[in-house]
């Protein structure tokens, strides 16, 4: 059994996990600093990678006590090297790397964005299932919306050494899917981040109540773009001034800190729910049509969906029902396993490992690490 301790400090979580076999979560340890962002509205770098620094010696620890081993017993350290934030990578990689040589043990640097791919693979692989390739892979985040075409690469020995390779077919143009979530959430005072709050609000109001036009690009099919409906939820304010009064009302809630989706919907008039079906409606509209025009237009069997936003149930569910209206079938990680843990990133490590990929000291943070090759007609 090979035991590698995965280690996660990309953006505003400081995660270490150890995954046996790239399949098997001995422990998953996160810690996140929502709290500390949240009167920001969104990550502070600064204030991220000074909180990564506190954090980091003890979430490892934890993980490692967690697994029932001691830091000895690790066969390979595996560290994001980005794509992230330069200083908070920074941190994960620098202690990754001590970890690893201190121990004599292999080093290895895994994509944060395949780490977010080996999240739906672990979850399929607990469910008993394994996704068949090629496949197409979407990447929905606070920070990514990031659609890439995977396929099996040479014969992975068991599932969690199965080699992958991606090609990036399409991406956002402007803002992440998640990001859009939790501008509208400010606006709306929703509080931060705003996509579980969106998410259990939308179920009460009426999806069709709001018309948001279609986004027009020229260009690849697969591209997103929503800072128009962002605009548009903008401009359906201003015309809506006698929304002003429920908003500061929220506010005021929020800066009490209760934050509760009950709290919050009983500060909410019907028009304001609608308003919010209709903005998740639209979004989730978006990322499923073109997910899965390029998955028919790419012969795929299935279609992955990871990253924070895949935890949202609108989503999951138009996705199930698509996927499988198209013979299909799509797959998504667990709720922990969809926002940002550094499982992920051991078993993305694994095949790595697997693969005789090795890291040293020269290792580096790249804050734009690209996954995979550009499609070249996209
Ligand atoms: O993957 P993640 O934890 O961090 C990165 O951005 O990398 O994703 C966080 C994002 C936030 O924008 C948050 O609003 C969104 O995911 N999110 C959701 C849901 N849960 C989290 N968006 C929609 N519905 C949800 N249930
Ligand atoms: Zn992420």
């Known amino acids: 059994m090979t035991r590698i301790l995965g280690i996660e400090s990309s953006c505003d979580e400081t995660a270490a996990a150890i995954v ?16 500390i962002h949240r009167k920001y509205g969104g990550v502070v770098p600064e204030l991220a990678s000074r909180e990564h620094l506190r954090q980091i010696v003890p979430v490892v620890r934890e993980a490692v006590a967690q697994a029932g081993m001691a830091l000895e017993d690790v066969d390979a350290v595996g560290v994001t090297q980005g794509p992230g934030l330069v200083g908070s990578l920074l941190v994960g990689l620098t202690y990754g790397k001590v970890v690893a040589l201190a121990l004599g043990k292999p080093l290895i640097a895994v994509n944060h964005l ?38 099996a690469r040479g ?3 068991s599932n969690g050494a199965r080699q992958f390779s991606y090609v990036r077919i399409g991406g ?29 609000l939308a179920v009460h109001g009426n999806a069709l109540a709001v018309r948001f036009g279609e986004p027009k690009m020229k260009g ?15 401009y359906y304010l201003r015309k809506h001034p006698e929304l002003q009064a429920e908003i500061d009302a929220r506010d005021e809630v929020l800066a009490s800190g209760e934050r509760s989706a009950d ?19 639209a979004v989730v509209g978006n990322l499923v049509a073109r997910t ?28 199930e029902l698509e996927s499988a209206k198209r013979g299909l079938e799509a797959f998504f990680p667990s709720r922990a396993l969809s926002t940002d843990n550094a499982a992920m990133i051991a078993a993305a490590a694994y095949s790595k490992f697997v693969a005789g990929e090795r890291a040293d000291a020269s290792l580096n943070a790249t804050p734009n690490f690209p996954l995979g090759a550009a499609a070249r007609d996209a």
């Open 20 to 35: 046996a076999d790239g399949v098997e979560i001995l422990s998953s340890v996160v810690a996140s600093q929502v709290e």
């Open 114 to 151: 395949e780490g977010h791919v080996h999240a739906v693979l672990l979850e399929a692989h607990i469910a008993g299932r394994t996704p068949k390739l090629p496949g197409v892979c979407l990447i929905v985040s606070g920070g990514h919306t990031l659609l890439y075409r995977v396929e």
């Open 155 to 157: 014969a992975g020995t």
């Open 172 to 200: 956002t143009r402007d803002d992440a899917a998640g990001e859009a979530y939790d501008k509208v959430a400010r606006m709306l005072a929703l509080g931060y981040p705003g996509g579980p709050v969106i998410d259990k």
């Open 220 to 234: 690849n099919l697969y591209d997103f773009s929503f800072s128009g409906i962002k605009t548009a939820v903008l």
């Open 263 to 281: 709290a919050l919907r009983g500060l909410s008039s019907q028009t304001t729910l609608d308003l919010v079906a209709s903005f998740q409606h």
């Open 292 to 319: 899965l025009a390029a998955a028919e237009n790419f012969n795929t069997e299935s279609v992955l969906v990871s990253g924070g936003v895949a935890a949202n149930r609108e989503l999951r569910a138009r996705f």
